[in-house]
Nanobody, 119 residues
């Protein structure tokens, strides 16, 4: 069974940086599109960034130019480098693994890691 384990969250001052990591296990990491999503209290979960098996990336407009998603297939890990953090980036951040096969979809989530941006 696929497991996703996030780490790297914490408390950071506005303008600071954090790097989130998500370690994937239980299947073939390289075929999955990996993503980071976030959910703030009282709000819906929203897309932050995705990276395909071919390393094509996509970002929410709110994080473009500040966040960078990357993957290391040798380490089964996806990263989210977050720079110039703002208070509105405060949320629980979730790792997602998605793969479409013939007649099926595999869609997995991590348990989340909290990011708090505050002075």
């Amino acid at each position: 069974q696929v497991q996703l384990v996030e780490s790297g969250g914490g408390l950071v001052q506005p303008g600071g940086s954090l790097r989130l990591s998500c370690v994937f296990s239980g299947s073939i990491f390289s075929i999955y599109t990996m993503g980071w999503y976030r959910q703030a209290p009282g709000k819906q979960r929203e897309l932050v960034a995705t990276i395909t098996s071919g390393s094509s990336t996509n970002y929410a407009d709110s994080v473009k130019g500040r966040f960078t998603i990357s993957r290391d297939n040798a380490k089964n890990t996806v990263y989210l480098q977050m720079n110039s953090l703002k208070p509105e980036d405060t949320a629980a951040y979730y790792c997602n693994a998605l793969h479409y096969g013939p007649g099926y979809v595999n869609d997995y989530w991590g348990q989340g890691t909290q990011v708090t941006v505050s002075s």
